[in-house]
């Protein structure tokens, strides 16, 4: 059972425009939502992170947006870059009761001239 | 540091045969976390261990897999018999206790099975 929803599947975007990737999640116990980047031929690496007590937070151009009621929460990459191009996980955790995280099943991005 | 270190990077081998593969965490670690990623389930964990000791294996698809910490510095995943559809990359991740579950996890680049 997935219990982290990740859209789109894949994203094409150009330089200099607004990347969104979105995900929703089932599990109300959840309180930790982080971003993951991952390049080819690499393994995934953390970008940003939130805890549901803020609604939004920025990182540089990375910022990350959280709806509590409706359990979702996306990450918005401003003014995107060629070197942007990636595949984002989105993330979930319950930290008072497991120390692992729930992966969505990533987008992968790719930022045109 | 060195950062995780997972070997081999590559495997191919035939249905039927047992895989091994390897995971150094960073130094000074607590928890190691193996995953598995694939194009149509993303990236699924396995089994992780905390201070050597397997915490949660519901994630072992069956039998055929398993995995062993038997200390700080290193970790074996192991298949037998290896199948087609266990073609995968395999991750190994390390979290500082220090940060609690909110820790940053510490990827390697991954081992990329093909199972013939």
């Not at chain 2, 590559?10 to 194009?39: A, N």
Request: hydrophobic fraction near 35%.
């Amino acid at each position: 059972q997935q219990q982290v929803k990740q859209s789109p599947q894949s994203l094409i975007v150009q330089k200099g425009g607004i990347s969104i990737i979105n995900c929703a999640y089932e599990n109300t116990a959840f309180d930790y939502f982080p971003w993951y980047q991952q390049f080819p031929g690499k393994g995934p690496a953390l970008l940003i992170a939130i805890r549901p007590d803020v609604s939004e937070k920025k990182e540089g151009r990375f910022t990350i947006s959280f709806n509590k009621s409706a359990k979702q929460f996306s990450l918005h990459i401003m003014d995107s870059q060629p070197g942007d191009s990636a595949t984002y996980f989105c993330a979930a955790a319950d930290t008072g009761t497991a120390s692992k995280l729930t992966f969505g099943t990533g987008t992968r991005l790719q930022v045109t001239l | 540091d060195a950062g995780v270190i997972q070997s081999p990077r590559h495997e191919v081998t035939e249905m039927g045969q047992e895989v091994t593969l390897r995971c150094k965490p960073i130094s000074g670690h607590d928890y190691l976390f193996w995953y598995r990623q694939t194009m149509m389930r993303g990236l699924e964990l396995l089994i992780y261990f905390n201070n050597n000791v397997p915490i949660d294996d519901s994630g072992m698809p069956e039998d055929r897999f398993s995995a062993k910490m038997p200390n700080a510095s290193f970790s074996t995943l192991k298949i037998q018999p290896s199948e087609p559809r266990d073609s995968a990359v395999y991750f190994c991740a390390s979290r500082a206790v220090a940060g609690g579950s909110t820790g940053e996890l510490f990827f390697g680049e991954g081992s990329r099975l093909t199972v013939l």
